[in-house]
């Protein structure tokens, strides 16, 4: 039977206009790499405008917004001048990581809903500060955490939810590259605070604790190195010589429920991965196969096992399409959608200060070398 008569049975999906009557003004902050992929996906939205730009670096910003075709932004050496100066309904900022928290802060305080990339922040500290300042000011912050718009990503959650596993009480997870270590301001510690631990394994994380509800983290012990990064015979000299952040990490982490989550994260290493993904419950288990690059979805189908009478039996979890416009694009769109209609942010700060909190934990229990508690004041 063919594709267009199984479709009869279908009921059609109708894709939601986009209402161009109102358009939101947008500032970028920061107009290195990250930001080229908000700027694209902001020019794909009719109700959006881009009004505005700043970057520390003379001349970055004007030749950024060029090579875009954006014309008539106003553009400022800060992301203090640019906030003082506009009248904004949001921002994107898409600066260094040890910038997150100031500009982030600034612009709440100024009554400008924020879209901040990830990491959320470099410390657990930061992270509280910046969710102060959220509450007290009532704007809208989001993350940038766009593996949450995959439809994978959806379904590992759907099956969390189902109870098919049953009580979850082990996941393994992680994932990495064999040779991956970036460059530009990834690796010191003064741009970037850090680095693997920042760049991919804050997706790793989020991608088995929103499923499962994001449960608080009791304690943590860590491990982090940087065998590779700092090393020329796996990274050019000059980049080499200035590396001081993690390229390798791995922690185990208790959380509450009695759940224990094992995990590891790689810009190199000597292996392919460090392992699947695995999601243990007392009543099934769910197999997620690695990705190289966290490239926002999961590596190949899910394997679902269970015991169904009395037999142990593998179901394969077909990968699930692409969402229209592309992961970046959806999480731009789903920004937009929760300014315009004041509903709650698409990933909210209350979830991933928890992330926050479980990196920094592995941080700091590495250094100090032994396990830690993590405490998470309320806010």
């Not at 109708?14 to 970028?28: P, T, Y």
């Not at 553009?75 to 001048?81: C, D, G, I, Q, T």
């Not at 996941?171 to 530009?184: A, D, F, L, V, Y």
């Amino acid at each position: 039977m063919s594709d267009a008569v199984l479709s009869q049975f279908t009921a059609p999906t109708e894709e939601k206009k986009i209402s161009a009557d109102r358009k939101l003004k947008f500032g970028i902050i920061g107009t290195g790499w990250i930001a080229e992929a908000h700027v694209t996906s902001l020019l794909q939205c009719p109700d959006a405008e881009i009004v505005a730009g700043a970057d520390l670096i003379p001349g970055k910003a004007e030749a950024f917004f060029k090579r875009f075709g954006v014309e008539n932004v106003r553009l400022y050496p800060s992301h203090k001048e640019l906030i003082d100066n506009e009248e904004l309904d949001a921002v994107c900022v898409c600066t260094y990581n040890t910038t997150h928290a100031e500009c982030t802060i600034y612009a709440l305080e100024h009554g400008v809903n924020v879209l901040l990339e990830k990491p959320f922040t470099v410390t657990l500290e930061e992270a509280i500060e910046v969710c102060k300042v959220e509450k007290k000011t009532g704007k809208l912050l989001t993350i940038g955490f766009q593996p949450r718009m995959d439809n994978n990503m959806k379904k590992i959650k759907e099956i969390v939810e189902s109870g098919e596993l049953g009580k979850i009480y082990y996941i393994q997870t992680g994932g990495g590259r064999r040779r991956g270590i970036p460059n530009s301001t990834f690796i010191e510690q003064s741009t970037a605070g850090i680095g693997a631990l920042g760049d991919i394994g804050c997706y790793s994380l989020d991608m088995v604790l929103n499923a499962i509800g994001y449960p608080k983290p009791l304690t943590v012990s860590g491990y982090k190195s940087a065998f590779f990064g700092a090393n020329p015979k796996y990274n050019n000299p000059a980049d080499a010589a200035r590396f001081n952040v993690d390229d390798f990490a791995a922690a185990f982490i208790r959380l509450e429920g009695d759940i224990v989550l094992d995990f590891r994260i790689a810009w190199a290493m000597h292996v392919d991965t460090p392992g699947d993904t695995i999601i243990l419950g007392t009543e099934g288990a769910l197999r997620i196969p690695s990705t190289e690059c966290w490239n926002g979805t999961v590596g190949g189908a899910m394997t679902l096992y269970k015991d169904v009478a009395g037999s142990r039996v593998e179901m394969k979890i077909p990968l699930c399409g692409d969402v229209p416009g592309g992961l970046f694009y959806q999480k731009l769109r789903s920004f937009i959608e929760a300014v315009k209609e004041g509903t709650p942010a698409p990933v909210p700060s209350s979830q991933i200060i928890i992330n926050q909190a479980i990196i920094d934990g592995i941080v700091k229990s590495a250094e100090l070398g032994k396990e830690i508690e993590i405490n998470i004041p309320e806010i």
